[in-house]
């Protein structure tokens, strides 16, 4: 196997522990030890204290697969597999997957969900959105690219990076599709939680399809990505068991610190949500203003889900001389289309972390320097 090298990646190890304001986080603000700490008591607190820093079991801590079940209607302790949400990615397509397998996938996405398939020799196809009065992804669109060779479906809502999710209604209509051509459906889950409105949120593909894998993890919704903690759920035993086998090449298993860590996330899970959500629809509202000031040289549309989205730069300034330059000047990193491989003019920015008008003051000096005043 050889892998490209993963450019998203790559630009944040080159900028994210250098540059003061980073407005493309598709995290939210991460918590403090000592808050989650804070948080708890009684068996979770007397489990901590009592740690032994030794191996833990290949599928995960049993508590903390308990508390992951609770998350979903029909998923038992038992489907679940613990690891990082990337290695989940990776054992998935190498074990499902093999050269000449079809899969389609969103584009543009998170590269390894088509790199991988993509390195293992399968052929690979982009669902795209459309942009038009925000990005949206299209039944129709995906109806045209399945085909009697197609193995794998990727899934991602709230999606990454442009903030679109789809109706329940659709997603009735995509499980649907993927029985009719008994093709398997990867649901990558990470933002889910973090919807607006809860009238929005999605099931999850875990409760709605027998012949799915799920991923999820704390590393977005509740911001604890330094856990490096994640999960893979499927009702395929044997899938599971091929995870297992395969995950002894990788990791192994997973920190112990970490599985207690977000035994405490998951309990406390009401409290993350909440904070997470008011920073989230606070900066929403920075957000709006800025881009009605500036609509000029901006298109704008406010997603219904996540902390990401993905507007466009108007004009004929290309988005990845104008994401460079604006970080070599003011050290605001946003994303540009060209690290998705995308054409587009547009560029990922976050509004989940704290620091949201800093960084968006440093912005609009640059947009003023630059005489791109509204």
């Given amino acids: 196997m050889i892998l490209p090298p993963f450019k998203l990646e790559r630009y944040f190890a080159r900028h994210e522990f250098t540059a003061p304001y980073i407005l493309c986080a598709s995290d939210c603000e991460p918590l403090p030890l000592k808050d989650l700490l804070s948080m708890i008591h009684g068996e979770t607190m007397k489990m901590w204290n009592i740690l032994k820093l030794g191996y833990g079991e290949t599928q995960g801590l049993p ?143 875990a409760d709605l399809y027998e012949n799915s894998v799920t991923l999820f993890g704390m590393s977005k919704t509740f911001a604890l990505a330094g856990l490096r903690i994640g999960w893979l759920i499927t009702k395929k035993q044997q899938w599971l068991n091929d995870f297992q086998v395969f995950r002894d090449y990788t990791t192994i298993c997973n920190s112990s610190v970490s ?68 970080l070599d000047k003011k050290g605001v990193i946003l994303l540009p289309a060209g690290v998705y491989d995308f054409k587009g003019n547009h560029f990922r920015i976050g509004f989940a972390r704290e620091n949201m008008q800093a960084a968006l003051d440093k912005l609009e000096e640059y947009l003023n320097e630059q005489n791109m005043t509204a």
């Avoid at 990776?90 to 397998?101: A, E, H, P, V, Y």
């Avoid at 009401?270 to 609509?295: M, S, V």
């Fill in 259 to 326: 599985e207690i860590l977000a035994v405490m996330g998951l309990k406390s899970q009401e409290q993350i949500l909440r904070r997470n959500q008011e920073i989230i629809r606070h900066n929403l509202t920075l957000l709006e203003r800025f881009f009605t000031k500036y609509d000029t040289y901006f298109d704008w549309y406010t997603p219904k889900a996540g902390p990401i989205a993905f507007p466009r730069l108007k004009g004929k300034t290309d988005v990845n001389e104008f994401c460079k330059d604006l």
């Fill in 63 to 205: 508590e903390l697969r308990e508390e992951i079940a609770g998350l979903y209607r029909s998923v038992k302790p038992e489907n679940i597999i613990v690891l990082a949400p990337e290695e989940g990615i990776f054992i998935t397509m190498n074990t499902l997957l093999k050269k000449g397998d079809e899969v389609i996938t969103p584009f543009p996405g998170y590269q390894s969900l088509y790199e991988v398939a993509r390195s293992l020799g399968c052929q690979v196809k982009f669902w795209e959105p459309r942009f038009k009065n925000g990005w949206s992804f299209e039944l129709e669109d995906l109806e045209k690219l399945i085909s009697d060779k197609t193995k794998l479906l990727v899934i991602n809502f709230p999606n990454n990076p442009t903030g679109a999710t789809i109706s329940e209604k659709t997603q009735e209509e995509i499980v649907a599709l993927a029985k009719k051509n008994d093709i398997i459906l990867f649901s990558d889950e990470m933002y889910r939680y973090l919807e607006y409105q809860e009238e929005d949120r999605l099931p999850s593909i």
